[in-house]
């Protein structure tokens, strides 16, 4: 019989004792070993778990920044162009009629390409009519005679020349009101036997004096009308053409186009003056714009169908130095503001674009941020994040509040100067803006910890952080503005204008608005009539030496209206009426 398992057991009783002990333990080592295996895959399970919801968290996260982030991009292009547009808080002519002067010529192929058309003459002639298109009759005229002086109105051997009657000449003019023609008149004069002199008596001509187009159809009235109607009021030059039919003035496109660029090389040096002047300001503001340019095909000849992006900048000087200038270029590459700025030492107030980077590189030229590029960004993320955007908000309102009550401060101080104005206002944000502006950098660090990464109120967050040593510079010197909002207002003139003419065909006329841009500007900034000084300033500059440029800078022309209006009040009696004009008629 086979011995069974109890058979082998010792009979011990010590040793059987040791062999369950031993067994027991053996159990209790596997059974922990069980556990452990247990607990290591609980944790695994658990591990793997909070691996998946992570990432289902961080999906979440993603899924809804890029949703807020649509949201904000939707909200704004339907701001754009449905919603308000503040952001309030609770809580020449040369071929045509002549030409300009010997040292202008005109580009005849950019005023062709600018007027879409060939570039049109009024000298065509016919059987019916030799010469210049006579202007209509119905017009009314207004005589100017050019006579010789006294000491012209005798020949070589001292005796006395008669008049024998004069040359016409008619240009066309414009005044508020309506178009008028004024009629030049230069008498000839010659000796009293000139008839029975077989030698060839000398005949004299008055000369007239200079025109901005010489021997043009449009007088400084009309150039200044139509360069105003086009830039400052928007008005599209194939609408003024129709404007001036209806007058019975038949005026070609390409013609005004003609106009335009002559006038703008006339005035060119006069813009160029004010560049100067604005680079002795202590700050500049300046932003930029785009423009549309119609694209051409191989050497410029053939149209593509498709537009360029050109820029146009304004540079706008500080209150010592008031103008406004445009420039245009042809891309947004940095080369064109380090160029224009080349020389300047001072501050610069600009956005955060990138083609301001390389200008601080410098180091003679310091950054000064925008607050209110800073503000629109929480603005901006006000729907998908409303209760920071309304905490930052609020804090930017504080700032704003500080420069209303320095300007209140300085409006009791007429007679203050512009240093005691600039030190009242420097001692109010020392002592109120920079608590303020401290207050604003804890609260970003710690909220920059908590928003999702690629949500607006991030964005708005880290563009404010990035910008934080630029947007901290006005709080150190009182003739630095919060913000840089005087540029982007200058730019408004470019952007209603845009949305009439659409664009410029070639570069050479993008220069061309842009130099007459500057004078419209910088004459509404001094609150004068642009037509009106447009007219003043094209009817005398080309004749006014190179060194006498500065009586037409709009302040000085100004300061000089203010002056001769003085002097008439002073001088009419008390109680007088202003004297009436009346037209009259035609001869």
């Known amino acids: 019989m086979a011995p069974t398992c109890v058979d082998q057991l010792p009979d011990d009783v010590a040793v059987l004792k040791q062999m369950v002990i031993e067994h027991q333990a053996a159990l209790i080592g596997r059974q922990l070993q069980i556990e452990q295996i247990q607990r290591e895959a609980a944790a695994a399970v658990a591990r793997r778990e909070a691996q998946i919801e992570q990432i289902k968290r961080e999906a979440a ?7 807020q982030r649509h949201k904000a991009e939707v909200d704004a292009l339907l701001r754009r162009f449905y919603g308000p547009r503040n952001e309030r808080f609770d809580p020449m002519q040369l071929l045509l009629f002549g030409r300009l002067v ?24 016919n059987r019916h009519n030799h010469g210049r298109g006579a202007l209509p009759a119905h017009l009314p005229r207004e005589i100017v005679n050019h006579d010789l002086k006294d000491a012209e109105k005798v020949d070589a051997n001292g005796k006395p020349l008669v008049c024998i009657g004069y040359e016409i000449s008619e240009q066309l003019e414009f005044r508020p009101g309506g178009l008028f023609v004024l009629q030049h008149r230069r008498f000839k004069y010659a000796p009293a036997d000139y008839q029975q002199s077989d030698t060839g008596a000398k005949i004299v001509i008055a000369d007239k004096p200079p025109q901005p187009i010489e021997k043009g159809l449009p007088g400084p009235g009309l150039l200044a009308y139509v360069i105003t109607s086009k830039l400052a009021d928007h008005l599209p030059l194939y609408r003024q053409v129709r404007i001036l039919a209806r007058q ?18 006339l005035v060119a040096p006069l813009v160029l003056l004010m560049n100067k002047r604005i680079k002795r300001s202590k700050s500049i503001h300046t932003d930029e714009t785009t423009v549309r340019v119609q694209a051409r095909g191989p050497s410029d000849k053939l149209r593509t169908g498709k537009c360029r992006t050109g820029r146009i900048w304004d540079w706008i000087g500080d209150a010592a130095n008031p103008y406004i200038v445009f420039e245009y ?42 607050w209110a590029h800073a503000r629109r960004r929480f603005f901006n ?19 704003y509040a500080v420069e209303d009550e320095a300007a209140e ?21 020392q002592r109120k803006s920079v608590p303020v502006l401290q207050k604003i950098k804890a609260w970003l660090d710690e909220q920059v910890k908590l928003v999702l990464p690629r949500s607006p109120m991030a964005e708005a967050i880290n563009y404010t952080l990035n910008q934080w040593d630029a947007l901290c510079v006005y709080t150190k010197h009182g003739f630095l503005n919060i913000d840089n909002n005087p540029a982007e207002r200058a730019l408004k003139l470019i952007a209603l204008g845009r949305k009439n003419w659409l664009f410029v065909h070639n570069d050479k006329f993008g220069k061309a608005y842009a130099t007459l841009y500057s004078l419209i500007a910088s004459a509404q900034r001094h609150g ?7 007219r003043g300033v094209l009817a005398q500059i080309m004749t006014t030496p190179m060194s006498e440029l500065d009586q037409f800078l709009p302040d000085v022309w100004k300061a000089r209206l203010q002056a001769e209006e003085a002097a ?13 004009s009346v037209p009259g008629p035609g001869p």
């Open 61 to 67: 996260e993603r899924i809804e920044a890029e949703r």
């Open 102 to 125: 010997d040292t202008m010529p005109l580009d005849v192929k950019a005023v062709e390409q600018e007027a879409g058309e060939k570039l049109v003459s009024r000298r065509a002639r």
């Open 248 to 265: 019975g003035v038949h005026v070609a496109q390409s013609s005004m186009c003609g106009w335009i660029m002559a006038a703008a090389e």
């Open 329 to 370: 270029t042809p891309d947004r590459t940095n080369a064109w503001p380090i160029a224009w700025l080349k020389g300047y030492q001072g501050y610069l107030q600009a956005d955060a674009g990138s083609s301001y980077a390389a200008l601080y590189s410098l180091g003679t030229i310091i950054e000064v941020a925008c």
């Open 381 to 399: 993320a006000r729907d998908t994040d409303p209760l920071r955007s309304a905490q930052m908000l609020e804090m930017i309102r504080q700032l």
């Open 409 to 429: 401060l300085i409006a009791t101080l007429p007679d203050a100067t512009s240093e005691q104005a600039d030190a009242a206002r420097l001692d109010l944000r």
């Open 528 to 534: 004068l009539d642009p037509q009106a000084y447009l």
């Open 568 to 580: 008439k009040k002073a001088t009419s009696p008390v109680g007088a009426s202003p004297p009436v």
